[in-house]
């Protein structure tokens, strides 16, 4: 019999406590939009508390390195990225090692000379598979420096994107830094009760006005989906986006929440991807597509709009960071957290079946949840 208690160990270990649970490894994070990684550069970065290089080789393809050097620990993000016959390498500021961006192995080591052999293949900075896909550069945290993806990172092709000339192009994106764990970030892009608290704004609901909702569930893939619905705010989507509205909601492992919106003619998709830097630092991009052109003239608007909604999480997560630092025990209530509940049980059953080494099965069950907000 297989012994599974490893595998429930790293389950309990995920627990809802104040300093946040385990980080999922063995999946896909959105690093960064395609356009902020600059070809010729070197982008210094760190993910699931591992300090990461990125870059672009010379024919435009993304690489993530490990941003120690093997030899002395110098970051190899202060280096420069030059050929080496042939083969695209980073090389070391210290002493000048050089490594292959394909797949860290080291290709020059200035210092040798003839008669000192030297086994260059021995030598090898951890390579990150890195993917650019939606216009977007995924990162695979695997569980070991071997460890490769199944598959491709999700796409959201289907919903969106397949309408319409600039398929696959972000049109708009903004990001800020949240101070806490993953778990509180993904927790607070859940939670339908604090947006009329939160999100203050004259352009909807406020806490004086809630109302009440009832919201259609099912499991997907690797999360849950809200039903597609005709949204509370039909007439301004119908305006932008004409006729037939229909709104539906994903959420999926790690931290992805994609809200797409479709009429007859156009669509329109909002992806929040919340990312770990650190056990006590995330990155939040809210990213959006579209191929409605109103929405280029909506765009010059969006930008204050979006940085203020952003800021909003961010102040409040800084002040339940205050709260959590001592380590209070935390309450989850019906229905309005069970969004959260699902959430935890999700992350459990993928660190779970990742320990087992077999398949997810997703936990989730069909529901229907009420709320007022
Ligand atoms: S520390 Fe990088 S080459 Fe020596
Ligand atoms: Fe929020």
Redesign the pocket.
């Known amino acids: 019999m297989m012994d599974d208690a490893p595998a429930k160990a790293a389950a309990r270990e995920d627990k809802f406590t104040a300093s946040g649970g385990a980080l999922l490894r063995d999946i896909w994070y959105v690093a960064m939009t395609a356009s902020e990684l600059k070809r010729g550069k070197l982008h210094k970065t760190m993910f699931l508390n591992e300090p990461v290089v990125m870059g672009r080789q010379g024919d435009g393809q993304p690489f993530a390195l490990r941003d120690i050097?093997p030899?002395?620990?110098?970051p190899l993000s202060a280096g420069h990225i030059l050929d080496t016959d042939g083969a695209q390498t980073v090389e070391?500021p210290?002493?000048?090692?050089r490594f292959k961006t394909s797949d860290g192995g080291c290709a020059h080591i200035p210092s040798l000379v003839e008669g000192q052999p030297f086994d260059l293949d021995r030598i090898k900075v951890r390579a990150y598979p890195v993917i650019e896909q939606d216009d977007l550069i995924w990162i695979y945290m695997g569980s070991t420096p071997e460890a490769q993806p199944q598959g491709p990172p999700p796409s959201f092709e289907r919903m969106v994107l397949d309408k319409g000339a600039n398929q696959g192009k972000v049109k708009f994106f903004e990001r800020a830094d949240l101070a806490c764990h993953m778990d509180h970030a993904v927790i607070g892009l859940l939670d339908p009760a604090h947006t009329p608290f939160v999100h203050k704004s004259p352009l909807w609901r406020s806490s004086k006005t809630l109302k009440e909702k009832e919201k259609h569930y099912a499991p997907t893939e690797m999360g849950f989906t809200m039903l597609s619905h005709e949204p509370v705010n039909s007439p301004l989507y119908t305006w932008l986006l004409g006729p037939g509205v229909k709104v539906e909601i994903q959420f999926l492992l790690p931290g992805l929440r994609a809200e797409s919106i479709s009429t007859d003619r156009h669509s329109f998709l909002g992806l929040a991807a919340i990312t770990p830097i650190t056990d006590e630092l995330c990155e939040i991009r809210e990213i959006m597509y579209w191929n409605a052109p109103v929405l280029d003239v909506v765009k010059l608007f969006a930008r204050p709009f979006t940085q203020t909604f952003l800021d909003q999480d961010a102040r409040i997560m800084k002040l339940q960071g205050e709260g959590l630092a001592h380590n209070p025990p935390l309450m989850q209530i019906p229905d309005a957290d069970t969004l959260m509940v699902w959430y935890r049980r999700l992350k459990r059953e993928w660190i779970k079946a990742g320990a087992e080494g077999r398949a997810f099965e997703n936990p989730v069950k069909p529901a229907t949840l009420r709320w007022r907000t």
């Open positions: 050097c030899h002395r620990a110098v070391c210290y002493h000048g090692w």
